[in-house]
Antibody, heavy 114, light 109 residues
C-alpha cells in the first residue's frame, strides 16, 4: 500500500526558510518521479515542483522558481522541499505526490506570518 | 492559453447524472486527470489518462475527452459525491509544469 507522509510544516515569519520532507513506502521509490503540490486556504491545488526518479531533472512553478529547491534520497525513500525567502502567499497545505499514479500524502501545513 | 477552466458549481438531484467539464488548449495533446476533494481531506484521484478509473473509484464515475474539453460524468449521483472536483493536466511546451483547473463544487440537492 502506497504511503506518503509529509512533515516539517509550521509557522514561520516572512523571509525565513523551511524544509519539508516526505517519507514514502509501499512502492519502489526510485522508480517514480515525485511532485510537491500546495493548496492555499479556500483555493484549488497548485503544482510546485517535480523531481525525476533519479534526481537528475527538476522542474518548478514560476511562482516559486529561485526560492525553492527539491531533492531526494533514494536510499532513504524521501523527497524534500527546501523553501527560502518565504512569503505570506506561500501559506498552504503542502502535499507530496507520486508521479504517474498521483497518490498524495495527507499534507503538512505551512503558515507564513509575522 | 495553457490553463484549465471549470464551471464553479454544478448542482444535481440524487440519482441524476452530473457532468463537470474542463477546458484547455493542452487537452488535445495531454491527458486529463480528475480529483475529488472533501472538506479537510487530501484530493483523491478518481480518473486518470482521460478515461481510466483507479481500482477504488466507483463505477458511476467516468471520464471522456474530446478536443479541448475533458468531462467527468457521475451517473446516479449519491449524496456522498458532494465535493469539490478538480481537473489536472500538464504543459510541456517550454518547460514541464502541471496545471489544475479552478475546481467545481458539486452540490447534491
Amino acid at each position: 500500500q502506497v504511503q506518503l507522509v509529509e512533515s516539517g510544516g509550521g509557522v514561520v515569519q516572512p523571509g525565513r526558510s523551511l524544509r519539508l520532507s516526505c517519507a514514502a513506502s509501499g512502492f519502489t521509490f526510485s522508480s517514480y518521479g515525485m511532485h510537491w503540490v500546495r493548496q492555499a486556504p479556500g483555493k484549488g491545488p497548485e503544482w510546485v515542483a517535480l523531481i525525476s526518479k533519479d534526481g537528475s531533472h527538476k522542474f518548478f512553478a514560476d511562482a516559486v522558481k529561485g526560492r525553492i529547491t527539491i531533492s531526494r534520497d533514494n536510499s532513504k525513500n524521501t523527497v524534500a522541499l527546501q523553501m527560502n525567502s518565504l512569503r505570506v502567499e506561500d501559506t498552504a497545505v503542502y502535499y507530496c505526490a507520486r508521479d504517474g499514479d498521483w497518490d498524495w500524502g495527507q499534507g503538512t501545513q505551512v503558515t507564513v506570518s509575522s | 492559453s495553457y490553463e484549465l477552466t471549470q464551471p464553479p458549481s454544478v448542482s444535481v438531484s440524487p440519482g441524476q447524472t452530473a457532468e463537470i467539464t474542463c477546458s484547455g488548449d493542452v487537452l488535445p495533446s495531454q491527458y486529463a486527470y480528475w480529483y475529488q476533494q472533501k472538506p479537510g481531506q487530501a484530493p483523491v484521484l478518481m480518473i486518470y489518462h482521460d478515461i481510466q478509473r483507479p481500482s477504488g473509484t466507483p463505477g458511476r464515475f467516468s471520464g471522456s475527452s474530446s478536443g479541448t474539453t475533458a468531462t467527468l460524468t457521475i451517473s446516479g449521483v449519491q449524496a456522498e459525491d458532494e465535493a469539490d472536483y478538480y481537473c489536472q493536466s500538464a504543459n510541456s511546451t517550454t518547460s514541464y509544469r502541471v496545471i489544475f483547473g479552478g475546481g467545481t463544487r458539486l452540490t447534491v440537492l
